[in-house]
C-alpha cells in the first residue's frame, strides 16, 4: 500500500528512539450507527475492549482466510500534502463507508465523495493498491490508499479494520507508558464500491519497513522502539495477545498481525502460542524495553 508521513529520529547507538482546493458542495450524510451486513457487528461486539488491561480475548472471526506473513504493499512516492500529486481523471462517486469505533464496539455508516483510480500502482501477494482521493476529509489530506484483495472473501476486510483498530487501542496503551518515543497505527476503514468491500487507509509518505514478522523474522540490526513495542503488547495483556508484523513508515504502523493465546482469530496469521514462541525467541531486549521495565526475554522465555 502507499503510505508516508514523519515521525522522529532513527535510533542512537547509546540511547533509545525518541520519542484548498475548492470542489463543488458534496452529499454529506449524517453517520447512522448500523449493524454491517454479515452479521460482523455481531461478532465484533463479541471482542472484549481495553479496559485496564486483556486478561481474556475471544475468538473473533474465525472466517479470516487471509495470512498477513508476506504481504509488503510499497508506497508511492510524490507528496500526499495535496490532492494534486494524485493527479486522478476519475470521475467522483459516492461510496458507503464504515468506520468502526474501538470505545463503543459500533460501526458506524456514512455516505462520502471518492475518486478512485482504475488501475493498481502497486501490489503485494494476497492485495493490490490503488490511490483514492476522499473528499469528506479535509483539503490537503484527501489522498488515501485503496487496498483489494485478489482472491477470497472480501469478509476479510472487516477482519482487517478489526485487527487495525485492535493495535491502534495497544498502541495507545504504549504511549501511556511515556515511551522515549510514541507509536501510532494509521486509521484504517472499510468501504462498499460497485459491490466490493474494500480496505482504506490515508496516504503516508516516506519510505516503508517491515520490523519484524509474525513467524520470528527480525532484520538485522533493528530499531529498538518497534520490538520493544511487540514485547509489550504481550507482557500488558498477560501473554493473551502480541502485535507482531510490525511495519510502516517509521513509527507509523499499518497491517498487522496478532497471535492470540487461543490461537484463534484474526486470520490464518494467527500463529496462537506457537507464533508468540517463535517471536519471542528471536527478540532480544533492547533500551526501550529496558526504560519501559518489561521483564526480559531469554531464549524465548519470559522471566
Request: proline residues 8%; charged residues 25%.
Amino acid at each position: 500500500a502507499g503510505r508516508s508521513t514523519s515521525a522522529g529520529r532513527s535510533t542512537s547507538a547509546n540511547r533509545p528512539d525518541r520519542a484548498p482546493s475548492p470542489h463543488r458542495a458534496r452529499l454529506s450524510h449524517s453517520p447512522q450507527t448500523l449493524a454491517p451486513p454479515g452479521g460482523h457487528h455481531r461478532q465484533a461486539a463479541g471482542l472484549p475492549l481495553l479496559k485496564k488491561e486483556f486478561h481474556r480475548l475471544a475468538s473473533v472471526f474465525q472466517e479470516g482466510e487471509a495470512d498477513h506473513e508476506e504481504e509488503d504493499l510499497h508506497h508511492c512516492d510524490g507528496d500526499p500534502d495535496t490532492e494534486e500529486a494524485f493527479d486522478l481523471d476519475t470521475p467522483e462517486e459516492l461510496v458507503t463507508k464504515w468506520a468502526y469505533d474501538w470505545g463503543s464496539h459500533q460501526w458506524t455508516r456514512s455516505t462520502i465523495h471518492v475518486q478512485i483510480e482504475h488501475e493498481p500502482f502497486d501490489e503485494g501477494a494476497t492485495r493490490e493498491a490503488y490511490r483514492m482521493l476522499d473528499f469528506s476529509r479535509p483539503p490537503g489530506k484527501r489522498g488515501c490508499v485503496l487496498k483489494q484483495r485478489k482472491k477470497g472473501s472480501t469478509r476479510q476486510h472487516w477482519v482487517d479494520v478489526l485487527l487495525q483498530e485492535l493495535c491502534r487501542a495497544l498502541a495507545q496503551a504504549y504511549n501511556a507508558t511515556a515511551p522515549p518515543k510514541r507509536v501510532q497505527y494509521i486509521p484504517v476503514y472499510l468501504v462498499q464500491y460497485k459491490g466490493l468491500d474494500l480496505t482504506v487507509e490515508p496516504y503516508v509518505k516516506g519510505r516503508f519497513k517491515k520490523y519484524n514478522n509474525n513467524r520470528g523474522f527480525v532484520p538485522p540490526y533493528p530499531r529498538s522502539t518497534p520490538q520493544a513495542f511487540s514485547h509489550f503488547t504481550y507482557h500488558w495483556t498477560r501473554g493473551q495477545v502480541m502485535a507482531v508484523d510490525v511495519q510502516g513508515v517509521k513509527d507509523y504502523y499499518t497491517d498487522p498481525q496478532v497471535h492470540t493465546a487461543s490461537g484463534h482469530g484474526f486470520g490464518h496469521g494467527n500463529l496462537g502460542p506457537a507464533g508468540m514462541e517463535r517471536c519471542l525467541e528471536s527478540h532480544h531486549c533492547n533500551p526501550v524495553c529496558e526504560y519501559l521495565g518489561l521483564p526480559p526475554v531469554l531464549n524465548g522465555r519470559v522471566w
